[in-house]
């Protein structure tokens, strides 16, 4: 089984841009299931709430700020 760091990881990997994006929110259920939503989609109709997933090319993609 792994670990957090490990699960992160592959998550990031799983999502592409959206992990690295300003703009993303991931969301993970109760049941351990994690989704990726856009903000962007809020305010621009070119968006998808829940894009499909990896992203590899976004033009809204902005690098988040590193914590």
Known sequence: MPNSGERSA??????????RCAHAA???TARGSVFWRCRRAETDARFARY???????C????PAAEP
């Open 26 to 28: 991931r969301q993970e």
């Open 59 to 62: 033009p809204g993609f902005e």
């Open 51 to 57: 894009p499909r997933l990896p992203m590899l090319a």
């Open 10 to 19: 592959e998550l990031a990997r799983a999502a592409g841009l959206c992990a």
